[in-house]
């Protein structure tokens, strides 16, 4: 790849993520510059985009236009759900998917964004499954165990949820797990525990997790937990009030549950019910076979 090229692509890249990460859900470009886009890497060699588009990331705007040479400022708008990002949005083989997966993982192993979480955290705790899994769950953030071994639920809470999993007939290959925070949240003073992640950290870091979501096009996501619901659909009435209830996210069917840590420290048949409930639910969406068993379990004789 040219030298040229690379530097513009990583200067795109970099101001479409500044972008999102300011609340943009939309773009626009040129058709023109659309079509040079789908050239050979050689023929976008010779793209550019004027200086006077990239001063503009110091403010938010919500549509802007990639340039070539001599081209007009017209540009047609396009939804964000088809709103190509060179080299990673919508992927069109395996192969390319699995790069900008690589890719996007490289970015966030090197993210350094939240300097007190960069400085204290042993893993940067990316992800876990199939890229190409049809359910998807989302935590809040890793624990110490997550992040003394760099993956995400693999502590007692982590050992319950592939238990879940498992009983739905699906392994945690299958399916892929994340959190909305890649980096355990810090505890400074503390030698144990943990804390919830502060709003600004989450809105840091779930431009990381919108790519995850974007490259893997899951069917269903499951969001365990209060907090992580909050991280994704903001302020809610609460995830006792939620859980059970379809909800949307980014175009995706979103079921919020309990998280599995609740079920440790309550473990009335009542509640494993209720997230049992809710994952016949998803089986359900997912057009997967259901047993009578499976219908059964944690019901009372």
Not at 8 to 17: K, S, V
């Amino acid at each position: 790849m040219p030298d040229d090229y690379g530097q513009l692509l990583d200067a795109t890249i970099q101001h479409l993520e500044d972008l999102k990460s300011r609340g943009a859900r939309n773009v626009a470009v040129a058709p023109e510059t659309l079509r040079a886009l789908a050239q050979p890497a050689a023929a976008k060699s010779q793209i550019s985009i004027p200086k006077s588009q990239m001063d503009k990331a110091s403010t938010p705007p919500q549509e802007f236009s990639l340039a070539l040479p001599g081209e007009t400022q017209s540009a047609t708008p396009i939804n964000r759900e088809h709103a190509t990002k060179v080299g990673v949005r919508n992927p069109q083989s395996a192969i390319e998917k699995a790069a900008a997966f690589a890719a996007l993982r490289e970015r966030a192993l090197a993210c350094v964004k939240c300097p007190h979480l960069a400085s204290s955290r042993k893993s940067v705790v990316f992800g876990v499954g199939s890229i190409d899994a049809q359910l998807m769950f989302v935590g809040e953030a890793p624990g110490a165990d997550e992040d003394e071994q760099g993956e995400p639920f693999v502590g007692k809470a982590g050992q319950l949820l592939t238990k879940i999993i498992q009983a739905t007939g699906l392994s945690r290959a299958d399916v892929y797990i994340a959190n909305i925070l890649k980096c355990r949240p810090d505890t400074p003073g503390q030698s144990a525990g943990n804390r919830k992640p502060t709003s600004d950290e989450m809105a840091t870091c779930i431009p990381y997790l919108h790519e995850q979501i974007d490259l893997i096009r899951p069917k269903v996501i499951m969001a365990l937990g209060a907090t992580a619901v909050e991280g994704l659909l903001g302020k809610t009435l609460g995830i006792t009030k939620l859980r059970g209830a379809w909800k949307t996210y980014r175009g995706t069917p979103l079921m919020p549950t309990y998280h599995p840590a609740y079920l440790l420290r309550n473990q009335a048949m009542s509640e494993k019910r209720k997230v049992w409930e809710d994952m016949l639910a998803v089986m359900e969406k997912l057009e997967m076979p259901i047993s009578e068993k499976q219908r059964n379990y944690f019901l009372k004789a």
